[in-house]
Structures are given as structure tokens and as C-alpha cells.
């Protein structure tokens, strides 16, 4: 699915993307870059690195840029791409980084956390040539950024997402796909014709978060993560109710209601914008989504957990206390555990073990409710 997604100059722009962040790095930082290669190869499961931004099931936070100028001009400018692809890249990076470091649950090398400061530069620096210091553009970035950082702040204390928090807030971290995007618009001095694209954005979030917290809610639950699915699992399984059993019995087939209402709107979203690649992107996402449910479910539970599970019943015995997971972009938790950012993405094995599990009969997992 990714060759037929990305157009072949759009993945050497992504694979001249690294080359030029290592090369920058070599020069100006030799032992940042050291760290920051590891970090890269560990993102994409020690892969060539443009993978991890080319998996299909990741954000398509190269795409819709790509796609908006093949919109709007009938094609692309090779420069403006490069930079726009690099700027992309490097940007995600200093987010996921950041994202990275505020997770307690993912190891950061300490002789990483400096990159930051690169990685913005270089999104901040490729960006430049193409907007003079006044330029609108600018606005749009700073309110983009803002509202990024502001979405990931919020997120850190929520104790429970219900659906409004979660289309305003936790959905909502793929906020800063809306740069590039304004960067397209500006730089052809189309602004007026942004808005359908920056409103998918918002609805793209939501279909692709609640896609990834449905497709690891087991070892979500497992790990005791908080997701709008699990909060909805919570509420509705009831005091001392089964979590497991309630989305095994009733809350995959709530959920994937949920998953195909904003995959309806994004559809329409697409033809009115009237971009082809765009529709064949949604319409390749609704078709794998819905090819993969038979396999979500008991048969993973019971891999994951080891539960002997002839019925519903026995499904979650053990509960961990739920706690909030963050995540911010689209690849994160990203996916297979999207969207947390400090796992690999979506094209990992999704029947990956989720341990390390506590003790049975220790405090954290009482001996009356270890599985048999």
C-alpha cells in the first residue's frame, strides 16, 4: 500500500530528508548526531528511517500537503517539495522528541534531549527562504504551534476522555499538520482555499486515534493506559464490571460505529474538495480498517493476556488502574501503539507481547484474579 500511496518523488524526498538532517548534524553537532541516529533507527524498528514516515497506516502528514499542491497547481515544485518534506520531517521530530521526553514510560538518552533545539531550527530554517519575515504565513505557523503545544499540555492532566474532550483535545494533537499545509497555500497564494483541508485535519485525527486505541485496547488495558475507549469501557462496564467483557460483548461493534460515522464524514469532506488521491486514501483506509476487525478481539486478548477465555466472562479479570496515555501526532503511540509516541508505529507486528506483567499474587495482581 505504500508505493501505491506515495508518488516515487515524494519518498526520495523523504529519504533526501535524512540524508540532509545527518549531514547537518555530522557538521554542526558530530556527537548530538550519534544520538540522534540511534533514536531514529529505534523508531523505525532499526529500518531505514524513511520508513517510519511512509508506513500506510501512519498520519499521512506528508501526503495531504502533497496532494493540496497537485490540487491546486496540477502538479509540484521539486525544491519547494524537498524543503517542505525536510521541514515536515524535521518538525515532527522535535514534536515527537518532545512527546518522548514527557512520557515517563519511554528511556531517552540524556545526550538526545539537546536535538530539540536542532530539529526546530532545521524545521524553522527550511521554511525560511520561501517567507519574508512579515509574512502571513507566519501567524499560521505560530497558531498552529501554539495550539499543538496547548493540546499536548491539556492532555498531560486528563484523568478521563469522554467524546467532547476527546474531538477537542486528544484527537486534536495532529494539530500541527495544519503547518505544512499553510505552507502549500501561502507559497502559491492560495489561502483562500485551505479552510476544507485544515477542517479534515481535525476529522482525520479523530477516525485515526480512535483506530489506533481500538486496534491496542487490549494492551491498553494491559498496561493500565487511559484512551476514549477505555473511558467509555469504564463508564459503561459499571462499578466492578468487566471492562474486557463489556468490549468484547458490545464495545468493538460501538466502537467501529464510531470509527465508520467520521470515516462517512471525511469521505464527503473528500469530494467536495475534489481531490482523487485524497478519496482513494480514505476509501484504501476504510477497506484495511474493515478487513482487520475479525482479527480484534478474544483471540488477541487471549494471546496478550493468556485468560482462558471460552466466554466473555472471563475476559479483564485483573484491572489495572487506568492512567493517561499522551501522545502527540498522528504516528504516535504511534501506532501500534498513530498517535504512545515512545512505541513504534502501526507497521509494527500488532500481536507484539505487551509486558513485562507483574507477579501473580503480588500486591498489583491479586492471586483470587490471576487466570487459570
Known amino acids: 500500500m505504500a508505493d501505491e500511496l506515495y508518488d516515487a518523488a515524494l519518498a526520495r524526498s523523504v529519504s533526501h530528508a535524512f540524508e540532509r538532517l545527518e549531514a547537518r548534524l555530522a557538521t554542526a553537532s558530530p556527537t548530538l548526531a550519534g544520538h540522534v541516529a540511534r533514536w531514529v533507527r529505534a523508531l523505525a524498528h532499526d529500518a531505514r528511517p524513511e520508513r517510519y514516515f511512509l508506513a500506510p497506516s501512519g498520519f499521512p502528514l506528508l501526503l495531504l500537503p502533497w496532494w493540496l499542491e497537485e490540487s491546486l497547481r496540477g502538479g509540484h515544485d521539486p525544491d519547494f517539495g524537498d524543503d517542505l518534506v525536510y521541514a515536515s520531517v524535521t518538525g515532527y521530530l522535535a514534536v515527537r522528541l518532545v512527546d518522548d521526553l514527557m512520557d515517563r514510560d519511554a528511556p531517552i538518552e540524556p545526550g538526545l534531549t539537546p536535538a530539540v533545539i536542532v530539529l526546530h531550527g532545521e524545521f524553522m530554517g527550511a521554511l525560511a527562504p520561501y517567507f519574508g519575515a512579515g509574512h502571513a504565513f507566519w501567524g499560521e505557523l505560530r497558531r498552529w504551534s501554539a495550539a499543538s503545544a496547548e493540546m499536548a499540555a491539556v492532555d498531560v492532566g486528563l484523568t478521563r476522555i469522554d467524546r467532547v474532550t476527546f474531538e477537542r483535545v486528544s484527537a486534536r494533537k495532529t494539530v500541527g499538520a495544519k503547518i505544512p499545509l499553510a ?10 482555499e485551505l479552510g476544507p483541508w485544515l477542517e479534515l485535519v481535525d476529522v482525520l485525527g479523530c477516525w485515526h486515534q480512535m483506530a489506533d486505541d481500538v486496534r491496542d485496547w487490549a494492551r491498553d488495558l494491559a498496561g493500565g493506559q487511559m484512551t476514549y475507549f477505555l473511558s467509555e469501557a469504564a463508564d459503561r462496564a459499571g462499578a466492578g464490571g468487566s471492562i474486557g467483557a463489556w468490549i468484547v460483548g458490545d464495545g468493538l461493534a460501538w466502537a467501529h460505529a464510531e470509527l465508520d460515522g467520521w470515516m462517512a464524514t471525511l469521505t464527503a469532506m473528500a469530494n467536495r474538495i475534489g481531490s482523487p488521491p485524497l478519496a482513494a486514501y480514505l476509501e484504501a483506509r476504510r477497506r484495511a480498517a474493515t478487513a482487520s476487525r475479525p482479527r480484534i478481539g478474544l483471540s488477541r486478548l487471549d494471546r496478550q493476556r493468556g485468560y482462558r477465555l471460552a466466554d466473555g466472562s472471563q475476559a ?5 488502574p487506568l492512567r493517561h496515555r499522551r501522545r502527540s501526532d498522528g504516528y504516535a503511540r504511534g501506532s501500534t501503539s498513530p498517535w504512545r509516541p515512545g512505541r513504534s508505529w502501526s507497521s509494527a507486528p500488532t500481536d507484539a507481547a505487551p ?3 507483574p507477579a501473580c499474587g503480588s500486591t498489583a495482581w491479586p492471586a483470587a484474579t490471576c487466570p487459570t
Do not use: C, T
Open 316 to 320: 479483564s479479570l485483573w484491572l489495572p
Open 355 to 357: 509486558g513485562p506483567w
Open 183 to 192: 505552507a502549500v497555500a501561502h507559497h502559491l497564494d492560495r489561502r483562500s
